[in-house]
């Protein structure tokens, strides 16, 4: 009470010269500490090079702390402008979230091109070997929420804006390379299956729930997407270790409008990785936002991330040979039957200045793309190119959201569309309409030669709602892509198959979905029943015979296409006082040797002081870090802090989770006493390194490229032995 009233008084004291609005001028010195209320808070007035606070009208603020009042404990004032303006702002902050991609991060870079593509498209991006064009990646989970966690298991969204010299080309792919469905109408009762279910909203950002299987168990066309999804693939380590693909067959036309067929794929240069399930749970809960951190942090060390730009080219006679249709995108065309070619590298180098204004008012519609690139007639893509443009009508309020700098095309505008919702591009001159009369003052004018041409492709038929029979063919690619896969992969696989059909509570749905499987491998059909204890239903009916024997391609398995050693990777080093100096000094030369980074974990923030007396702060109390955030640990402990460690649920759970997870574990002799509490040591194997020497250290960060050790899975993982 005491504090009010001198509050109070001292707004007495300050009411006569603030009737009229006062700039404080900057120049004056008027910093001051008084009290606010109970707290009394310091205020930082405008001085020196702090700029004044003013309303969106630029009027200069005077006091940002109290509302307009009638008197000190009286009503407060509508006429307050400062208020009602900040107030008003500020409850129209949000725009609606995407629909669909709703949470996801993006960053800054630009393509370079390493191989001309000018023999097949006349686009300019693809013609000058060693150009770079501007570009802007936004990635994203599909089914959570903007504020959902990180390691959902989802497909991560892969959206390009490439700024070329003529238009923007937005490639919005996905990290998986073929969909869930082969028609656009069946789009929002896909997303609406996999949403959380309408009346209980949840469960948030996953697919393991009734409506999402009811969904899928009904739509075998969905069956090559379900092995992806239930792959790792998606639950990615990293954004940088991913693929991006474009899915659909896209055209490009050259110079004399002649067609070529032309799929995309994004390559990531540090190979793929991704985390195991029971990890990317304990990820959520650790650091929810685990991959914006990751790519904010990599690219701010100047470790940029880097995909080079693949392309599978073929014509209308491979695709008329081809035992798929190129228009379904629920088929790939396997890289051993048509190589990917490098043309180019994605490089991303700059982090957005403000989330908002880039990562959130990005707009991607498939439909932009420049002069030389065309669309097939995939129907997903048909569909998606009206969906996306109308989708950002009503996500940013208006037809001008090419005015926003992150929409702004890099090269002239000039066309007749003018006003609407915050115009920012207003043309001058009075002709506004075409054909005009005004001459050169009369506006831009079409060019036949530069502009944008379609493909003039023959096109007759009833008009009908029909599914082509090339379409029919639902299981072999999936199989194709099971068999693909390294044991470990296919285990995972199961394993996933069995937790998200454990969470569908109607039984009837479990053994549908099983139905599916026993196209897909007998093997697989076999472990997902059994784990789920459930009795072999039977097939479910195909509707073309499962070609069996397509052949398995590397290009389709994640530990094929690993890294080649430990670059860009995390070691954690866990810390205590007394810990090996020289130890711990050997191994951040390795880490840096290898172009990895490291973060120490320590029982307190304040960090250590190791065994010669130096000091080092900590990134993370144990607690805050746990082994889940890194990709190898190395524990350097001392006996004293080894035994204090062995009495710690959290340094437990590390060491535990470390192994269950199958990474390598680097360790100090002392280190024994926490792994024999946390009762590991009997079983310790071949990819837990006991650190004795530098070289030990060298040699165990060097193993860490490797990144798991997988024979290890099958004896922690009750699952692999039932
Ligand atoms: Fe999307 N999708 N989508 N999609 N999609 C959107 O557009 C849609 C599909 C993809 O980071 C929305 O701006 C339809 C396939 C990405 O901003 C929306 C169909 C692929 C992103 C939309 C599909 C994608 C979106 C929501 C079926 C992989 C995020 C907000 C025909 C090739 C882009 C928005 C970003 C976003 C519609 C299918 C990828 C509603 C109708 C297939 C990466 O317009």
Same mark, same amino acid.
């Given at each position: 009470?005491?504090?009010?009233?001198?509050?109070?008084?001292?707004?007495?004291?300050?009411?006569?010269?603030?009737?009229?609005?006062?700039?404080?001028?900057?120049?004056?010195?008027? !910093?001051?500490?008084?009290? =606010?209320?109970?707290?009394?808070?310091?205020?930082?007035?405008?001085?020196?090079?702090?700029?004044?606070?003013?309303?969106?009208?630029?009027?200069?603020?005077?006091?940002?702390?109290?509302?307009?009042? =009638?008197?000190?404990?009286?009503?407060?004032?509508?006429?307050?402008?400062?208020?009602?303006?900040?107030?008003?702002?500020?409850?129209?902050?949000?725009?609606?979230?995407?629909?669909?991609?709703?949470?996801?991060?993006?960053?800054?870079?630009?393509?370079?091109?390493?191989?001309?593509?000018?023999?097949?498209?006349?686009?300019?991006?693809? !013609?000058? #070997?060693?150009?770079?064009?501007?570009?802007?990646?936004?990635?994203?989970?599909?089914?959570?929420?903007?504020?959902?966690?990180?390691?959902?298991?989802?497909?991560?969204?892969?959206?390009?804006?490439?700024?070329?010299?003529?238009?923007?080309?937005?490639?919005?792919?996905?990290?998986?390379?073929?969909?869930?469905?082969?028609?656009?109408?069946?789009?929002?009762?896909?997303?609406?299956?996999?949403?959380?279910?309408?009346?209980?909203?949840?469960?948030?950002?996953?697919?393991?729930?009734?409506?999402?299987?009811?969904?899928?168990?009904?739509?075998?066309?969905?069956?090559?997407?379900?092995?992806?999804?239930?792959?790792?693939?998606?639950i990615p380590r990293s954004f940088r270790f991913m693929e991006g693909f474009g899915v659909h067959s896209f055209?490009?036309?050259?110079?004399?409008?002649?067609?070529?067929?032309?799929?995309?794929?994004?390559?990531?240069?540090?190979?793929?990785?991704? #985390? $195991?399930?029971?990890?990317?749970?304990?990820?959520?809960?650790?650091?929810?936002?685990?991959?914006?951190?990751?790519?904010?942090?990599?690219?701010?060390?100047?470790?940029?991330? @880097?995909?080079?730009?693949?392309?599978?080219?073929?014509?209308?006679?491979?695709?008329?040979?081809?035992?798929?249709?190129?228009?379904?995108?629920?088929?790939?065309?396997?890289?051993?039957?048509?190589?990917?070619?490098?043309?180019?590298?994605?490089?991303?180098?700059?982090?957005?200045?403000?989330?908002?204004? @880039?990562?959130?008012?990005?707009?991607? &519609?498939?439909?932009?793309?420049?002069?030389? /690139?065309?669309?097939?007639?995939?129907?997903?893509?048909?569909?998606?190119?009206?969906?996306?443009?109308?989708?950002?009508?009503?996500?940013?309020?208006?037809?001008?959201?090419?005015?926003?700098?992150?929409?702004?095309?890099?090269?002239?505008?000039?066309?007749? !569309?003018?006003?609407?919702?915050?115009?920012?591009?207003?043309? $001058?001159?009075?002709?506004?309409?075409?054909?005009?009369?005004?001459?050169?003052?009369?506006?831009?004018?079409?060019?036949?030669?530069?502009?944008?041409?379609?493909?003039?492709?023959?096109?007759?038929?009833?008009?009908?709602?029909?599914?082509?029979?090339?379409?029919?063919?639902?299981?072999?690619?999936?199989?194709?892509?099971?068999?693909?896969?390294?044991?470990?992969? !296919?285990?995972?696989?199961?394993?996933?198959?069995?937790?998200?059909?454990?969470?569908?509570?109607?039984?009837?749905?479990?053994?549908?979905?099983?139905?599916?499987?026993?196209?897909?491998?007998?093997?697989?059909?076999?472990?997902?029943?059994?784990?789920?204890?459930?009795?072999?239903?039977?097939?479910? /009916?195909?509707?073309?015979?499962?070609?069996?024997?397509?052949?398995?391609?590397?290009?389709?398995?994640?530990?094929?296409?690993?890294?080649?050693?430990?670059?860009?990777?995390?070691?954690?080093?866990?810390?205590?006082?007394?810990?090996?100096?020289?130890?711990?000094?050997?191994? $951040?030369?390795?880490?840096?040797? =290898?172009?990895?980074?490291? @973060?120490?974990?320590?029982?307190?923030?304040?960090?250590?002081?190791?065994?010669?007396?130096?000091?080092?702060?900590?990134?993370?109390?144990?607690?805050?870090?746990?082994?889940?955030?890194?990709?190898?640990?190395?524990?350097?402990?001392?006996?004293?802090?080894?035994?204090?460690?062995?009495?710690?649920?959290?340094?437990?759970?590390?060491?535990?989770?470390?192994?269950?997870? &199958?990474?390598?574990?680097?360790?100090?002799?002392?280190?024994?006493?926490?792994?024999?509490?946390?009762?590991?040591?009997?079983?310790?194997?071949?990819? &837990?390194?006991?650190?004795?020497?530098?070289?030990?250290?060298?040699?165990?960060?060097?193993?860490?490229?490797?990144?798991?050790?997988?024979?290890?899975?099958?004896?922690?993982?009750?699952?692999?032995?039932?």
């Amino acid at each position: 009470m005491a504090a009010s009233k001198k509050t109070e008084s001292k707004k007495k004291a300050s009411e006569t010269p603030k009737k009229a609005p006062r700039a404080v001028a900057p120049t004056i010195e008027t !910093q001051y500490t008084e009290p =606010q209320g109970e707290g009394g808070e310091t205020h930082q007035i405008a001085s020196g090079n702090i700029a004044t606070l003013t309303t969106d009208q630029g009027a200069p603020v005077a006091d940002d702390q109290n509302t307009l009042r =009638q008197g000190a404990r009286g009503p407060a004032l509508l006429e307050d402008p400062h208020f009602r303006e900040k107030i008003f702002h500020f409850d129209h902050e949000r725009i609606p979230e995407r629909v669909v991609h709703a949470r996801g991060y993006g960053a800054h870079g630009f393509f370079e091109l390493t191989k001309s593509l000018s023999r097949v498209t006349r686009a300019d991006i693809f !013609q000058r #070997v060693g150009e770079r064009t501007p570009a802007f990646v936004r990635f994203s989970t599909v089914a959570g929420n903007k504020g959902s966690f990180d390691l959902a298991r989802d497909v991560r969204g892969f959206a390009v804006k490439l700024y070329t010299k003529e238009g923007n080309w937005d490639l919005v792919g996905n990290n998986i390379p073929v969909f869930f469905i082969q028609d656009a109408i069946k789009f929002p009762d896909l997303i609406h299956a996999a949403k959380p279910e309408p009346d209980r909203e949840f469960p948030q950002a996953q697919t393991a729930h009734d409506n999402f299987w009811d969904f899928i168990s009904l739509t075998p066309e969905s069956m090559h997407m379900v092995m992806w999804i239930m792959s790792d693939r998606t639950i990615p380590r990293s954004f940088r270790f991913m693929e991006g693909f474009g899915v659909h067959s896209f055209r490009f036309l050259d110079a004399k409008d002649r067609s070529t067929f032309v799929k995309f794929h994004w390559k990531p240069r540090l190979g793929l990785q991704s #985390v $195991v399930w029971n990890e990317a749970v304990k990820i959520n809960g650790a650091d929810p936002d685990f991959h914006r951190r990751d790519l904010w942090d990599a690219i701010n060390g100047g470790d940029f991330p @880097e995909w080079d730009l693949g392309v599978q080219i073929f014509d209308q006679a491979f695709a008329d040979r081809f035992a798929f249709d190129i228009l379904d995108p629920t088929k790939i065309i396997p890289e051993e039957e048509l190589p990917v070619q490098i043309v180019g590298r994605l490089v991303l180098d700059r982090v957005v200045d403000n989330f908002f204004a @880039e990562t959130e008012q990005v707009a991607f &519609c498939t439909q932009n793309v420049p002069p030389g /690139i065309d669309f097939s007639n995939d129907p997903l893509l048909q569909g998606r190119n009206f969906s996306y443009l109308d989708t950002q009508l009503k996500r940013l309020g208006g037809p001008n959201f090419t005015h926003i700098p992150i929409n702004a095309p890099k090269c002239p505008v000039a066309h007749f !569309q003018q006003d609407g919702h915050m115009a920012m591009r207003n043309p $001058v001159g009075r002709a506004n309409y075409e054909p005009n009369s005004w001459g050169a003052e009369g506006g831009p004018r079409e060019n036949p030669a530069r502009g944008m041409r379609s493909f003039a492709e023959e096109a007759e038929g009833p008009k009908t709602r029909l599914r082509p029979e090339s379409f029919a063919d639902h299981y072999s690619q999936a199989r194709q892509f099971y068999v693909s896969q390294t044991p470990i992969e !296919q285990k995972h696989i199961g394993d996933a198959l069995v937790f998200e059909l454990s969470k569908v509570e109607r039984p009837d749905i479990r053994s549908r979905m099983v139905s599916h499987l026993i196209h897909i491998d007998g093997e697989l059909a076999n472990t997902v029943a059994d784990g789920l204890a459930l009795p072999m239903p039977k097939p479910a /009916i195909a509707a073309r015979p499962v070609v069996a024997d397509l052949p398995p391609s590397d290009a389709l398995s994640i530990l094929k296409r690993g890294p080649a050693g430990f670059a860009g990777r995390k070691l954690g080093i866990l810390l205590t006082d007394g810990a090996d100096a020289a130890l711990f000094n050997a191994l $951040v030369a390795a880490a840096g040797k =290898q172009k990895a980074v490291y @973060e120490v974990i320590a029982p307190k923030i304040g960090g250590v002081t190791l065994s010669d007396g130096t000091k080092v702060a900590a990134k993370h109390k144990i607690d805050g870090g746990p082994s889940v955030l890194f990709d190898a640990v190395a524990i350097v402990v001392s006996s004293e802090g080894a035994a204090l460690l062995a009495s710690d649920g959290a340094a437990k759970d590390f060491v535990n989770d470390a192994f269950g997870h &199958c990474k390598f574990i680097g360790y100090s002799p002392e280190a024994m006493a926490l792994f024999e509490k946390a009762g590991l040591a009997p079983d310790l194997d071949e990819a &837990c390194i006991e650190l004795s020497s530098k070289r030990g250290a060298a040699g165990f960060v060097e193993s860490c490229g490797k990144l798991r050790h997988w024979p290890r899975e099958l004896k922690v993982d009750l699952d692999a032995k039932s």
